[in-house]
């Protein structure tokens, strides 16, 4: 059991929003009193006096304050598990990725965005951890590519995103992408640095379908945007308000 111990209120108000927003099973005790017998972390403030508090060499204590707790209770997850707790982000690309954190074999965090926010995402969630791992699928060619290349600043592996995607009963629509993100965060893959894709043909026509169709005058953008698109560095409306303004 985790049991929050501590004077900060910020830092209690927040690792406890935190647990429950989770579904974990806490506690929580005065700084310097009896710990619980199925206590096993400890999350406490840095200045938190816990002198004479008897852990028995079982308890591990955790740190943060207020502006890391969910940091924290990550960490307080990973000793419950008794695994390394490697934070591993695994992307299942396309227009709107789904991206899931995984701290260990735990499932911490998971998101549904826009393409164009899902580096944001990314960087959040890793840019406190310790030797952070981002997986992509290789499925979405062109949105994949985007991000790889953005993600600069963080290790990145290219995951074989077969069967990833599972089957969605009743109720559960929306859901694939953000499970599929879940499975290929848990596929080791082969570490790239960049990835450079043409889009074919096909990819540029589909673009254009999709921008006469977008288009309230049935307007179909050239090549040249069509790439811009595919490359993820325009949106349709983007590319349909860049196009109109070359005739102004």
Do not use: C, W
């Amino acid at each position: 059991m985790i049991v929050v111990a501590t004077a900060d209120f910020d830092l209690y108000h927040e690792a406890v929003s935190e647990l429950r927003s989770r579904g974990v099973a806490f506690t929580t005790v005065e700084p310097g009193d009896p710990l619980p017998e199925r206590a096993r972390v400890l999350l406490t403030g840095p200045d938190d006096d816990l002198d004479g508090v008897d852990t028995g060499g079982d308890v591990t204590r955790v740190t943060a304050t207020g502006d890391d707790a969910r940091r924290a209770v990550d960490e307080a997850l990973a000793s419950l598990r008794g695994g390394d707790g490697r934070t591993v982000v695994g992307v299942d690309p396309g227009t709107r990725p789904g991206v899931a954190v995984l701290s260990g074999e735990t499932v911490v965090a998971a998101f549904h965005v826009p393409l164009s926010d899902a580096v944001e995402v990314i960087r959040r969630e890793t840019e406190d951890a310790v030797d952070p791992v981002v997986r992509i699928g290789d499925g979405a060619r062109l949105q994949g590519a985007k991000l790889i290349n953005d993600l600069d600043d963080v290790a990145v592996e290219l995951v074989d995103e077969t069967g990833t995607t599972p089957y969605l009963g009743t109720g559960a629509r929306g859901m694939g992408d953000v499970l599929a993100a879940v499975n290929i965060a848990r596929r080791d893959g082969e570490r790239i640095e960049s990835r450079e894709i043409e889009p074919t043909e096909g990819e540029l026509t589909r673009i254009k379908a999709r921008s006469r169709e977008a288009s309230e005058d049935n307007r179909t953008i050239d090549d040249a945007l069509a790439r811009r698109v595919a490359g993820g560095e325009l949106s349709i409306d983007e590319a349909l308000d860049e196009h109109r303004s070359r005739e102004e």
